[in-house]
């Protein structure tokens, strides 16, 4: 059966009479007429349901329950085994008026139930009274779905944009790469990128978009479409912000921004230039020595003016040499909530990173991934993305 998710606001209802009597049938179309309402008729309930399936656009049916080849009754349990059908709201108009009959038609889904003769006050008013608040109930039920389908399809559109948003592959000579991408239910705005330059360098970028569904991922997209071009034509992750952050104001809600971390590396002098806005700082791991934050006053990105920036975009310079490590995560990492309660937070992180600093950086990336997994073990309410590189 195809029935449809929605009836014309602005269109008069329909209404399907079914009853085997045509006098019956031609009384109730009489006193409903004047409130503007189309018909349908039918003798059975056979007739009913074939009617259904050829008009879906039958808002509401008036049925008889004593009628020959398909009773009410056995209509009712039809329309309670199809799904669609049950959104038509059935007012049940019959002779009988035993108390088992009628407590039988109403636990079958039935919205009301009227006893013949109908009186003038029931045919005046309170029948149409019923009818308009039923129609009106359906409608507005048609019209939730309608809003949740669409809700559900922006869904699916902005989880293929995050998809597009994801690296497809990363081998670079010189620097190993590996990262995790765990989405939450909902979608959200988080972008990382790994990038080789025509100049012999190597990019390393990871954002993070306020707030989640379609807008999100859209604003995440513009990231991703501008933030390499600026990294490599101006060669400085700080004047990549700058632009990007003018880019953002102009294009994006006032309600938005963006946090991130980008940088560039040169295998050849073996420097890591990085700047950061707003996001959370990346650990920095050196072959010998303890663990320390790449650290700056910052600003999230799509907020202020560039001239009036609390703290500005600035490039700092780092030596690394062979064996360092750089962690690179999104709030979902460290915010994420513990099944016993608390967040996973940053020091347990940096106790993780540190007590199996010589794992090789994919079983490395698999003990963080199992750790956050058992502390929280529920569903993420954010995404959780890590990058871990090795110089």
């Known amino acids: ?32 007429a004047k409130h503007g309402y189309r018909f349908l008729f039918a003798q059975n309930g056979a007739e009913a349901r074939e009617a259904v399936y050829d008009h879906p656009e039958v808002d509401l049916i008036l049925l008889d329950l004593v009628m020959p080849d398909m009773d009410g009754f056995a209509f009712l349990r039809w329309r309670q085994e199809h799904g669609d059908a049950q959104t038509i709201p059935v007012i049940v108009n019959s002779s009988l008026d035993d108390f088992e009959s009628i407590a039988r038609a109403l636990t079958m889904d039935s919205y009301d139930y009227f006893t013949k003769p109908l009186g003038p006050n029931d045919l005046e008013v309170v029948l149409p009274l019923k009818i308009k608040n039923a129609i009106n109930a359906r409608r507005l039920m048609l019209e939730t779905r309608r ?36 989405p939450c239910q909902s979608v959200g705005g988080d972008y990382f990128d790994f990038l080789e330059l025509s100049n012999g360098e190597f990019g390393l970028l990871m954002a993070d978009v306020s707030g989640h569904g379609v807008a999100a991922a859209m604003t995440a997209s513009i990231v991703k479409a501008l933030l390499p071009g600026y990294l490599e034509q101006l060669n400085s992750p700080a004047e990549a912000f700058a632009k990007l952050n003018a880019d953002l104001l102009r294009l994006t809600q006032e309600d938005s921004f963006v946090t991130a971390f980008a940088a560039l590396y040169d295998p050849r002098e073996r420097v890591l230039t990085w700047s950061l806005a707003g996001h959370p700082a990346p650990v920095f791991l050196p072959r010998q020595g303890e663990p320390r934050l790449l650290a700056q006053d910052s600003v999230f990105l799509g907020v202020f003016e560039n001239e009036n920036l609390p703290a500005t975009y600035r490039d700092v310079r780092e030596t690394v040499q062979p064996g360092d490590r750089l962690v690179l995560f999104t709030d979902g990492l460290t915010e994420a909530p513990g099944a016993q ?26 003990l963080i991934w199992e750790d956050l997994h058992s502390f929280v073990n529920a569903d993420f309410p954010d995404d959780v993305a890590f990058i871990l590189t090795e110089f």
């Open 1 to 32: 059966m195809r029935l449809p998710h929605e009836t014309e606001a602005n269109q008069a209802p329909v209404i399907l009479i079914v009853d085997d009597a045509r006098l019956n049938r031609e009384l109730l179309r009489l006193h409903l």
């Open 147 to 182: 809003q949740n389908e669409v809700m559900l399809r922006e869904l699916e559109m902005a989880a293929r944009y995050q998809q597009f948003l994801l690296p497809r592959s990363v081998a670079f000579p010189g620097l190993k790469v590996s990262y995790l991408f765990q």
């Open 341 to 366: 309660g608390g967040a996973y937070g940053l020091e347990r992180l940096l106790s993780l990173l540190q007590a199996q600093r010589e794992q090789p950086l994919e079983a490395w990336r698999e």
